[in-house]
């Protein structure tokens, strides 16, 4: 072939600057392309070779070399695939290749970034030009008598092209970096990269720093292999050791033999798994090799709960494991990691047009060879085909999930405490999925026992039939959940923060079912029957209630007596399960603290007529409204010096009785966690001023 040289057929002269531009932000992508070109050339030149029409040497190997030079700032990809003819570099190189880049480019520039194309796949060979100045060919064909080929190019829109030197069939493709781009020229970079997008292709991948001096190892001359180069040949000599025998003489024992190792230049491993996990029948992978490889992928030390293998042939061919992971939601948020493959080729990190977005909080690998990728992110979630992608992976899901409940109760009842919050947000972001496992979504009660929605109904069906209670902390809410054992009632342990939607989809769904937090009233199950009241009791328990709502301050906080069947509790503050939802979704929207915005509005603050403080603090507002009622006439001298004591007294005591209100009422709140910076500071102050009275 005669030297020549040509124009790419571009209706503008900025192809390449817009690559840069818009790729810039993964312009690592171009080791994938590169890489991949490389991968599908071996895998033509197998297929042909299983038609017959390509009979492959005795000794040869497939593989893809990728080497870097730091000092001459390049890279070079290798590849012993079909290689291309003068003609195939005409016909792929200076059209197709072009024209698709040319075509990619053009969706691609006017695209929003939230609509971008699917892991930038399409740009193909082009995408060297991203971090290149210089890209050289060397190419020559699988097919006999065909002459090497040699094509360069500098970026812009000129080509040439010449007879290569080539001896063997396959590609080499040269990229000269630019010097914004020379943090490629670094083998641990490239490793990196190679790691991230080409970890599981079906080729082996070896890189190489060709600058470097040759790494070594020691073998011994049994292991030699054909391949292998031989540096130095190395005797080790016998090792002995001076020991002493049974006679108790000393003596020179050899505990090692003379041997001889070979010293070689060390193998070449690849960087890549050309089987992966996915591709095996679960049959053929034991529980070490799943948790093995949830290790190496996600870099999680913990061991994954249980695991997901998917296998499709038809309608479309999927494979993948799901991962569902150890989390500890009080310390780290649920976020997990679904990676896409194809081909074993990774495309991107969580797309969720393709992968269900409750799916998210997985980790896991999902290899669809059948993926429309050359299309933008908005295609793929009208695209029927995707759809039924995301369904098939739901309902595996919910059989996995289903099947467990059912088969493997113990283990699933173990691991729900970790898959409750995924399993209620699937339910609330899928109704298809909710459908299927809601009969596997489970609630934990005060004795620690996993029950169903139907066993909860049961457990309180005779005294409270539609209703369940629920706890959101155990430690805050601990006096009520006391009450609540003291009297048989069960309640459930709901203490993440999706549980509140959660319950709310529920109660939608069933219009009977109403959920209560165990603080949200007294019901008559902690609360003696009331006896025939009469009006001196009415008048002095409104006495009372009057005098706590103005000792406290609160006019809004409603104050009421009942005689609890616990006598040991002086007082609880109660919130309606109305008031509090609306405050939860306030504060969620940051419109609201914890006494900010709302107040007492909703609360009660109930008060057992039956303990002894309770009874005091009754006592002592009747005998201060006495006294002001005897002193209220004309008095004598000796009455009025009386008067003047009794009222000193009156007025200490009325302190105290304030005090104790006041004490009371913060101890309620305390209960529920509502006291604020300043009230927790006052509460410590009065504490400490009443435990000084108590000295005196």
Not at 106 to 133: C, N, P, R, W
Not at 446 to 463: G, P, S
Request: glycine share 4%.
């Amino acid at each position: 072939m005669e030297n020549r040289q040509g124009s790419l057929s571009i209706h503008s002269d900025n192809l390449f600057p817009i690559i840069k531009k818009w790729l810039y932000s993964d312009h690592d992508i171009f080791v994938r392309e590169l890489v991949s070109n490389g991968c599908d050339a071996v895998t033509k030149l197998k297929k042909l070779a299983l038609m017959g029409e390509y009979r492959t040497p005795e000794n040869e190997t497939y593989r893809i070399q990728v080497e870097v030079s730091p000092k001459e700032k390049s890279i070079r990809f290798l590849d012993n695939g079909v290689g291309m003819s003068a003609e195939e570099v005409e016909k792929y190189i200076n059209q197709i290749a072009f024209s698709g880049a040319q075509d990619f480019i053009e969706t691609y520039k006017d695209k929003a970034t939230e609509d971008q194309i699917i892991g930038h796949f399409g740009l193909g060979f082009y995408s060297a030009f991203m971090v290149a100045d210089r890209v050289v060919i060397e190419t020559k064909s699988y097919r006999e008598n065909e002459t090497a080929v040699h094509w360069e190019s500098d970026g812009g829109t000129e080509y040439r092209m010449s007879d290569g030197t080539r001896k063997e069939h396959g590609t080499a493709v040269t990229l000269y970096l630019a010097e914004e781009s020379q943090e490629f020229a670094s083998k641990a970079r490239l490793r990196e990269v190679l790691e991230k997008y080409c970890g599981f292709m079906p080729v082996p991948i070896y890189l190489t720093d060709v600058d470097a001096a040759p790494e070594t190892e020691l073998i011994d001359p049994a292991d030699r292999r054909e391949d292998d180069v031989v540096l130095e040949t190395i005797v080790e000599e016998a090792k002995t050791e001076e020991k002493t025998g049974e006679d108790g003489n000393k003596e020179i024992v050899e505990v090692s033999p003379a041997r001889e190792q070979l010293k070689i230049q060390k193998r070449p491993q690849p960087i890549n798994d050309t089987n992966p996990l996915w591709r095996k029948h679960p049959n053929e992978v034991s529980k070490e090799e799943y948790e093995a490889f949830y290790r190496k992928v996600f870099m999680d030390y913990r061991e994954p709960l249980f695991w997901i293998h998917l296998n499709m042939d038809y309608p479309f061919r999927l494979q993948g494991i799901l991962y569902f992971p150890h989390t500890d939601l009080k310390y780290e948020a649920a976020e997990g990691k679904i990676k896409l493959y194809n081909n074993q080729v990774f495309i991107a990190d969580n797309i969720k047009e393709v992968i269900p977005e409750f799916l998210l909080l997985l980790k896991g690998v999902i290899d669809c060879p059948d993926l429309p990728l050359n299309v933008s992110r908005s295609a793929l979630q009208n695209d029927g085909f995707v759809k039924k992608i995301s369904a098939y992976i739901t309902k595996k899901v919910a059989e996995k999930l289903t099947g467990m409940c059912k088969t493997e109760r113990e283990s699933y009842e173990k691991y729900w405490d970790d898959i409750a919050p995924f399993v209620q947000y699937g339910c609330l972001k899928d109704e298809k999925f909710e459908e299927k496992v809601k009969d596997a979504v489970l609630f934990k009660n005060l004795e620690k026992k996993y029950l169903t929605l139907e066993d909860c109904l049961k457990e309180n069906e005779a005294r409270f039939p539609n209703r369940i209670f629920y706890v959101t902390d155990e430690k805050q809410q601990r006096s009520y959940i006391d009450l609540f054992k003291s009297q048989n009632i069960d309640a459930i342990i709901l203490p993440h923060a999706i549980d509140m939607p959660f319950i709310q989809s529920l109660e939608a769904k069933n219009k009977d079912l109403k959920f209560l937090r165990i603080d949200a009233d007294l019901n008559e199950a902690l609360c003696e029957k009331e006896e025939a009241s009469d009006e001196v009791r009415e008048t002095r328990e409104k006495a009372l209630v009057s005098a706590v709502q103005k000792a406290i301050g609160e006019t809004a906080l409603q104050v009421k007596l009942e005689s609890f069947k616990n006598a040991e509790v002086a007082a609880m503050l109660t919130l309606s399960e109305e008031s509090r939802r609306m405050q939860d979704m306030m504060r969620q929207y940051g419109m609201s603290d914890s006494e900010g915005t709302f107040g007492t509005a909703g609360r009660t603050l109930v008060l057992n007529r039956k303990h002894p403080l309770v009874q005091y603090l009754q006592e002592q507002v009747v005998v201060r409204d006495g006294n002001k009622a005897e002193t209220a006439g004309n008095e004598t001298p000796s009455e009025s010096a009386e008067a003047d004591e009794n009222a000193e007294r009156t007025t200490k005591t009325k302190g105290l009785t304030k005090q104790l209100c006041e004490q009371l009422y913060d101890l309620a709140c305390i209960q529920q966690g509502s006291l604020s910076p300043d009230r927790m500071n006052a509460f410590i102050a009065r504490s400490n001023a009443l435990m000084e009275e108590l000295t005196k």
